[in-house]
């Protein structure tokens, strides 16, 4: 399942603003975007990380990315980010 890469991801950027400043950054290596995000956000990312060269990967729910995450609430989109 793809929730053991952010598991055992040793730094994350989770919510929307952390990850996307990631990926304009150039740390990103992995974006992992929830399939109930808003879309508008949805088509900015998507398109911020195909210009960036980042792998996307969707994932069911913010719930179960957030919980992926070790957090109690849902999260957007999480970035795995290099050290």
């Known amino acids: 399942m793809s ?3 952010v598991k055992q ?3 994350l ?3 929307t603003k952390q990850a996307t400043r ?3 950054l150039g740390k990103a290596k992995a974006v992992f975007i929830a399939k109930d995000t808003d879309l508008r956000l949805l088509n ?3 398109a911020l990380c195909q210009r960036m060269d ?3 990967t969707y994932v069911d729910s ?3 990315l957030g919980k992926a995450c070790g957090i109690d609430v849902g ?3 999480v970035a795995i980010v290099n050290e």
């Open 62 to 64: 913010m719930k179960l």
């Open 54 to 56: 980042v792998e996307i």
């Open 44 to 46: 900015k990312i998507t």
């Open 3 to 5: 929730y053991e890469k």
């Open 22 to 24: 990631s990926v304009e």
């Open 75 to 77: 999260a957007a989109m």
């Open 13 to 15: 950027s989770i919510g």
């Open 9 to 11: 991801a040793e730094k």
